[in-house]
């Protein structure tokens, strides 16, 4: 879908760091690869290792990761590493194609080095790839994200002055691609949220909006016993809820140490029965109580959904990060691996 919206003249590099956002790094680059990625990118050295004990055999850009980690493992396992510091360039075995990462103003990974320094230690060596991250790029009312596509035009056209052309320039994530910021497509770019169904809003008037797509993933719990509490009865850890009527309410085989996130204590829900149900009390561990109340069906042993759509009602990794005071990718990267994956 996302390749199909962009156009064929922009190759796709999905990015299944952290597990793919904890969907299951291996599962999700199987299906990406058999849908045509030819590229895939991670983090560090062992999730490209993983991937590629795994049977995946795309080209895999190791994107958080310094070469003196293991000098060996890139040619040995076939792995693409970003270079954020010119001073590894000599580091890197010379038969290593790489990709090197301009810090354009984000003020985080990537070479801050000057355009002329950057030119000279590139020369003659093997640079696959120029590439850079923006830090706003969803927010419209502020010109970083210009200023930094300036910047990273301006390498770009000093590396070709001196007649180097990296194959690949890739500058885009999620948002670039999402909201239309075409003039940093370039001819590879990087989304990873848009694979997991997931965009951002927009701060500001974004050019356009165009990737229409739905959360990959929905997360159950189940419940381990049902009961009806008498008003007064206090429930879970410090007593934070104290029932103030007759209510039934459920425990559910679920905790923070899920990823459920502690803060949603009081204050989050669960889909139970096709409506929203309160989370009441501490979020434990391993269990987590609901009111039940309102849904005189469930039974210990059913299922209630802590992300997902059961008819009307629906709870998406963004609702669930506004009750709990995080980000959307914190709640998709925090569902530990406790929790069994099912591939459906
Ligand atoms: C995580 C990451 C991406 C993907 O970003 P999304 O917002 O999830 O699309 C792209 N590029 C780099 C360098 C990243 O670290």
Redesign the pocket.
């Known amino acids: 879908m996302i390749q199909r919206t962009v156009g064929a003249g922009i190759q796709l590099m999905p990015?299944v760091?952290a597990d793919a956002?904890r969907h299951g790094a291996t599962a999700v680059s199987q299906v990406l690869e058999h849908e045509g990625a030819q590229w895939l990118?991670v983090?560090n050295l062992e999730e490209g290792k993983a991937l590629r004990e795994a049977g995946i055999r795309a080209r895999i850009l190791v994107?958080?990761e310094r070469i003196a980690a293991d000098p060996k493992a890139w040619r040995e396992h076939r792995l693409t590493p970003v270079i954020h510091d010119l001073s590894e360039i000599r580091m890197l075995d010379h038969e290593i194609a790489y990709h090197l990462?301009v810090d354009s103003g984000m003020g985080r990974?990537g070479t801050n080095a000057s355009i002329t320094e950057i030119v000279e230690s590139v020369k003659g060596t093997r640079i696959e790839g120029l590439?850079t991250?923006f830090a706003t790029s969803a927010n419209f009312q502020s010109e970083q994200t210009n200023d930094q596509h300036k910047r990273f035009e301006a390498v770009q056209a000093a590396l070709e002055q001196n007649g180097i052309r990296p194959m690949f320039l890739h500058e885009a994530?999620?948002?670039p691609l999402h909201f239309g910021y075409r003039k940093s497509w370039g001819n590879l770019a990087?989304?990873?949220?848009?694979?997991y169904g997931f965009v951002?809003r927009s701060r500001g008037k974004a050019p356009d909006k165009l990737l229409d797509v739905a959360p990959a993933l929905s997360w159950k719990a189940r419940i381990l016993l049902v009961k009806e509490i008498a008003p007064g009865t206090p429930v879970g850890y410090g007593a934070q809820f104290v029932a103030d009527k007759s209510m039934r309410i459920g425990i559910l085989g679920v905790g923070y140490a899920d990823g459920l996130p502690h803060r949603l204590g009081n204050r989050g829900h669960v889909i139970a029965a096709g409506k929203l149900a309160n989370i009441i009390g501490a979020v434990s561990m391993d269990v987590t109580t609901v009111d039940l109340t309102d849904a005189p069906t469930l039974k210990a042993g059913d299922a209630v959904s802590l992300l997902g759509q059961e008819g009307e009602a629906s709870i998406d990794a963004r609702q669930m990060a506004r009750d709990a005071g995080t980000i959307a990718?914190s709640i998709l990267c925090g569902i530990s691996t406790r929790v069994p994956r099912i591939y459906v």
């Open positions: 990015v760091k956002y990118a983090s994107m958080a990462k990974l590439m991250h994530s999620t948002n990087r989304p990873g949220y848009a694979i951002s990718y």
